[in-house]
C-alpha cells in the first residue's frame, strides 16, 4: 500500500490496521470475559458445599459430649456434600484438561450394546428409587472404535438427566441403534421438557434453566457441556427433541469408523 500510495498510503493504513485489530482483539477479550466468568460460577459452586459442610463441622462440635450414633444425620450431610463438591472438581478436571487440549483419549474398539447395557444396569436402581422406569432398546453386536469410558461418561450423563428431569413416574429409555453410516444413542424422556430457548443454551458451562425444579436437582450445568466435548471428539454431535411439558430426547449420532 506505502509502495502504491506513497504517503497518502498511511492514511489508508491506519484505518485498515485499527480494523485489524479490532476484529483480532474481539475473541481474546471474549475469551477473558468467559474466564472470569468461569472462575467465578466455579468458585461459587465450590463454596456451597463448603459452607455446609463448615456448619455441620460446628453443630457436632457442640455435640462433642454426645454419641457419635444419634449425630449419624450430621456426618451424612458432611458425606453427602464432600461427595457433591468431588463430582464437581472432576468435572472442572475434564473441562480443565480439555481447555488445554490435555484430556487424553484412548481409542480402541468395543462393544457399544455392551456398553449401553452396562449404563442401564448401573442407572436401574437409581431411576427406580425416584419411580421412573428404565427401559433399554439396544441393537445388539454393534462394535465401534472410540474411547470406552469417556463415551460411558457421556451416556451416563444424558441418562443422569433424563432421570433427573422427570417427574415420577415416567419412563426414560436407552436406545441404541445403526444405520449404514452411522450409530445413534437416544436418551428418551417422558420428563418436563425444555423450551426452544433453552435447547440452545444448555451446552454452556454452568447454564441451567432457572426453574424451581431444575434448582432442586442440585447440578452445576456442566454436564451437558462435557458430554459435548467427548461426543465432538469422536467426531459425532448431539441433537435435542424436546417439547415442554412433554419430554425431551437427546441423541448422540456418531460416525461410524472402518474398525
Ligand atoms: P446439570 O448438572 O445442572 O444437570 P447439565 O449441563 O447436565 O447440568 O444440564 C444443563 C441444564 O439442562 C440442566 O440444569 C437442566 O436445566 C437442563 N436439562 C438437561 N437435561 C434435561 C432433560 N433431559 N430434560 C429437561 N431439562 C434438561
Not at 477479550?29 to 467465578?40: D, G, L, M, T
Not at 457419635?68 to 468431588?86: A, G
Not at 432421570?163 to 419412563?171: D, N
Not at 434448582?215 to 467426531?235: A, D, P, T
Request: with cysteine; charged share 25%.
Amino acid at each position: 500500500i506505502l509502495l502504491f500510495f506513497g504517503s497518502a498510503g498511511i492514511l489508508i493504513l491506519i484505518p485498515i490496521s485499527y480494523f485489524l485489530a479490532g476484529k483480532s482483539l474481539q475473541p481474546v477479550k471474549e475469551s477473558y470475559e468467559n474466564q472470569k466468568k468461569f472462575i467465578a460460577d466455579a468458585s461459587h459452586e465450590l463454596r456451597t458445599p463448603l459452607t455446609v459442610i463448615q456448619t455441620n463441622v460446628e453443630v457436632l462440635r457442640m455435640k462433642e459430649d454426645e454419641i457419635l450414633s444419634e449425630n449419624i444425620h450430621w456426618l451424612n450431610n458432611i458425606s453427602s456434600e464432600s461427595e457433591t463438591m468431588s463430582k464437581l472438581i472432576a468435572n472442572l478436571l475434564t473441562i480443565a484438561q480439555a481447555d488445554n487440549n490435555r484430556l487424553v483419549f484412548n481409542k480402541k474398539v468395543f462393544d457399544l450394546s455392551a456398553l449401553c447395557a452396562e449404563v442401564y444396569d448401573l442407572m436401574f436402581d437409581f431411576a427406580n428409587q425416584q419411580e421412573i422406569t428404565l427401559r433399554s432398546d439396544i441393537q445388539q453386536d454393534i462394535e465401534y472404535k472410540g474411547d470406552e469410558d469417556k463415551l460411558k461418561q457421556a451416556i451416563r450423563i444424558l441418562v443422569d438427566n433424563a432421570i433427573k428431569y422427570t417427574i415420577a413416574p415416567g419412563t426414560v429409555t436407552i436406545r441404541l441403534t445403526a444405520s449404514m453410516r452411522s450409530i445413534q444413542i437416544a436418551v428418551i424422556d417422558t420428563g418436563i421438557g425444555l423450551s426452544s430457548e433453552d435447547k440452545k443454551k444448555i451446552f454452556e458451562r454452568f447454564y441451567r434453566v432457572d426453574d424451581a425444579r431444575h434448582r432442586e436437582q442440585g447440578g452445576f450445568g456442566l454436564g451437558l457441556n462435557i458430554c459435548n466435548l467427548i461426543v465432538k471428539q469422536h467426531g459425532g454431535k448431539i441433537t435435542i427433541d424436546s417439547e415442554l411439558g412433554k419430554g425431551s430426547t437427546f441423541t448422540i449420532t456418531l460416525p461410524k469408523y472402518s474398525l
